[in-house]
């Protein structure tokens, strides 16, 4: 059942307090979102002047293991969520205990910080994923390569994120390297898939039950980091309208309130990848597979910042309060750029220059240290066209290199 929402028919805004665990630019983004509304935020992470805490109300520094510290958090707020899924269990348990409003709730943390159980779940729910297996020891990942075959991904069980802790294997012979790079952690062996490209849907759902998703998104990555997105994917009507209700079907059975992301690998046409999968296989489903899922707001979805009715982050601030959703159509195409800490390499980067573009819409996050790969910040540009968008953000974002 839904917990009964936050607040009433006729709520005072301005007297509500969200906490944010988490502390970057997400939260950041959230509490900017929050703002107009009237909703005050509060932020708690073991770090201090971050770039949450530079733009919200009350910043706590205090590692999350600190459990009296979490608990006079919480009390001070009405309603709780995350700005990254990797956050102790024990801080959602103590936020419901103080009973307080914890969207999205903790069993929903739990399968996300995890590829295992998030694979797993996908599979229960009769979703479409790649196959894949679990892998305890370098025996357990050589029988599960002589059974999905190669190449192949493995990946650490938990804590993973732009493609870090992952490693390719190619030919069973690196079964041994590959498994040493786990580190002996709990990993998860998944078939390489040939797909045409990585798209995404990021929706919200509100404490009623109700749902609204944005367009389906084409994701381009560099060095497995999101390098651009393109709103809206270029893909043929029937393929979106499958990927938004995957992604309703699983934020019904997750029970999630709150935003959420769900990427997905796009596969050629049917002919060219059925033998992908055994005729048995419960995975397979036309042309999308399930690859991951965030709870919070994602890097995929900035782009509503501009491009759409209500923003990514909005959304998650209604559904945190138990408000109604806000429209998520479309107003223009848009394009995103990530900002990594790369540009900074030859010094502060030409903003006057990227600003010389009328149409660039700058976000910078605050962060004081610029390092190779690090998200310092972004670019979103709306057109007529999503061609005319990529050009634009694409040049753009090179004019900061001063060339």
């Not at 906490?19 to 929050?34: E, K, T």
């Not at 923003?311 to 995103?336: D, K």
């Amino acid at each position: 059942m839904h917990p009964v929402p936050l607040i009433s028919q006729s709520p005072n805004l301005q007297s509500l307090v969200v906490g944010v665990f988490g502390s970057g630019q997400l939260g950041r983004m959230l509490a900017l979102a929050c703002h107009p509304l009237g909703i005050r935020v509060h932020t708690f992470s073991p770090e201090r002047g971050t770039p949450t805490g530079q733009v919200c109300e009350r910043e706590i520094c205090a590692p999350y293991d600190d459990r009296e510290a979490v608990r006079a958090f919480v009390r001070g707020v009405d309603a709780v969520t995350f700005e990254l899924e990797n956050v102790p269990s024990h801080v959602a348990e103590i936020a419901a205990e103080e009973g307080k409003a914890v969207r999205p709730g903790g069993h929903v943390l739990h399968v996300a910080q995890n590829r295992l159980r998030e694979k797993g779940f996908f599979a229960e729910a009769n979703l479409p994923v790649t196959p894949f297996a679990p892998v305890h020891s370098l025996a357990d990942l050589q029988a599960r390569l002589a059974e999905l075959g190669t190449p192949a991904v493995v990946k650490t069980a938990a804590f993973g994120y732009d493609g870090k802790g992952q490693v390719k294997i190619d030919n069973p012979s690196q079964a041994a390297d590959a498994w040493q790079a786990m580190k002996d952690q709990p990993a998860i062996l998944e078939a390489f898939v040939p797909f045409e490209r990585e798209v995404s849907v990021v929706a919200a759902r509100g404490v009623d039950g109700s749902f609204a998703a944005f367009p389906l998104v084409e994701n381009r990555h560099a060095n497995h980091i999101l390098d651009v997105t393109i709103a809206p994917a270029q893909v043929p009507a029937e393929v979106a309208a499958e990927a938004e209700r995957l992604t309703k079907r699983l934020m019904e059975a997750l029970d999630v309130v709150g935003v959420l992301c769900v990427e997905f690998f796009l596969l050629p046409e049917r002919n060219q990848h059925k033998s992908i999968f055994s005729a048995s296989s419960a995975s397979y489903s036309d042309r999308l597979l399930l690859n991951e899922i965030a709870p919070r707001p994602h890097n995929s979805g900035h782009w509503t910042i501009e491009g759409a009715v209500t923003s990514q982050f909005e959304q998650q601030a209604r559904a945190v309060c138990g408000l109604p959703l806000g429209s998520a159509e479309q107003i223009r195409p848009a394009v995103m750029v990530n900002l990594l800490g790369d540009l900074w390499a030859q010094g502060e980067p030409e903003w006057t220059a990227l600003l010389a573009y009328p149409t660039a819409k700058l976000h910078l996050y605050g962060k004081s240290a610029a390092r190779p790969g690090r998200k310092m910040g972004h670019v979103t540009v709306t057109a007529a066209t999503a061609e005319e968008a990529l050009e634009i953000a694409l040049a753009a974002r090179e004019s900061l290199r001063g060339q």
